[in-house]
């Protein structure tokens, strides 16, 4: 678990990574420079025969890649994570003038959400073998395994 807290960090802004496989159960963590913010697992219910893809075959991404794909797009619609972000760094930042621009819809908080995640945010992550050892593994960080303690956005 210590590359989730010392491995090689990833930034938003290089996204896609061809560092993370297209079909992958996994946890992976997110940081605001040194600020652990963020755990989470992706592959919830996957086995490990799911995961494996055959070279004859070209099978969309699944699991981790989607999940880190998703946080990338800053989209809040279905990422719990992008509507974090959004109410927690970027709603409280906000100008008058952005709040009058949302509001008439020449400003979108998608869009300024993805900018915040690209221009700040880094990851790590950890591949699993199934969804069951990300969840466990996930569940353990949000409690506090790691030294870096408890991750801003999303404790138990």
């Given at each position: 678990?210590?590359?989730?807290?010392?491995?090689?960090?990833?930034?938003?802004?290089?996204?896609?990574?061809?560092?993370?496989?297209?079909?992958?159960?996994?946890?992976?963590?997110?940081?605001?420079?040194?600020?652990?913010?963020?755990?989470?697992?992706?592959?919830?219910?996957?086995?490990?025969?799911?995961l494996?893809?055959?070279?004859?075959?070209?099978?969309?991404?699944?699991?981790?890649?989607?999940?880190?794909n998703?946080?990338?797009s800053?989209?809040?619609?279905?990422d719990?994570?992008?509507?974090?972000?959004?109410?927690?760094?970027?709603?409280?930042?906000?100008?008058?003038?952005?709040?009058?621009?949302i509001?008439?819809?020449?400003?979108?908080?998608d869009?300024?959400?993805?900018s915040?995640?690209?221009?700040h945010?880094?990851?790590?992550?950890?591949?699993?073998?199934?969804?069951?050892?990300?969840?466990?593994?996930?569940?353990?960080i949000?409690?506090g395994?790691?030294?870096?303690?408890?991750?801003?956005?999303?404790?138990?």
């Amino acid at each position: 678990m210590d590359v989730l807290q010392s491995g090689p960090a990833f930034k938003f802004s290089d996204w896609p990574s061809d560092q993370v496989p297209r079909r992958a159960a996994g946890v992976y963590t997110v940081w605001r420079r040194d600020e652990f913010i963020y755990v989470g697992m992706s592959g919830r219910g996957a086995q490990p025969e799911d995961l494996v893809t055959h070279p004859e075959q070209t099978k969309k991404a699944l699991g981790l890649w989607t999940r880190l794909n998703s946080h990338a797009s800053g989209r809040r619609s279905g990422d719990q994570f992008n509507v974090y972000i959004c109410d927690r760094f970027i709603i409280p930042a906000l100008t008058p003038e952005q709040q009058a621009n949302i509001g008439q819809g020449h400003l979108s908080l998608d869009q300024i959400t993805k900018s915040y995640v690209r221009e700040h945010l880094s990851y790590r992550f950890l591949i699993c073998q199934d969804g069951a050892q990300a969840l466990a593994i996930e569940r353990t960080i949000r409690a506090g395994s790691l030294s870096a303690g408890r991750p801003y956005l999303n404790p138990l």
